[in-house]
């Protein structure tokens, strides 16, 4: 279960932030999470309820906003998400694409007080 590390590390992160800005309580989490990405956020909310219950996190919640997979056909530069399980350009039909949105998996903000 690799939600578990990473949790651990989201919640290293917040803390230390919050402590950086000499806050006693961490009440918000957003995260960013692409459609791609292998993370699932019951996972990490699992977690983080566990992990953070005698810290300055504890009880805070975790927003998961989701990012949508999105390609670009090297071919014609046309931006697209794939059909199904089909990565082919809706527009010229080539197989040369690279993803641009989608994998991504980061802390955007937290709120303190």
Partial sequence: MHELSITEEILKIAVDKAREARAEKVIEIN???GDASSIVGECVQF???FISRETIAA???L???RRPLQ???RNC???FGPEKESW???K???WSVEIISGKEFYMDSIEVE
């Fill in 71 to 73: 390609m670009r056909c």
């Fill in 92 to 94: 010229c039909q080539e």
């Fill in 47 to 49: 977690c983080f309820d």
């Fill in 77 to 79: 530069n046309s931006i």
């Fill in 31 to 33: 995260l960013v999470i």
């Fill in 88 to 90: 082919t350009c809706p």
């Fill in 63 to 65: 927003n998961f906003q």
């Fill in 59 to 61: 009880g805070a919640r």
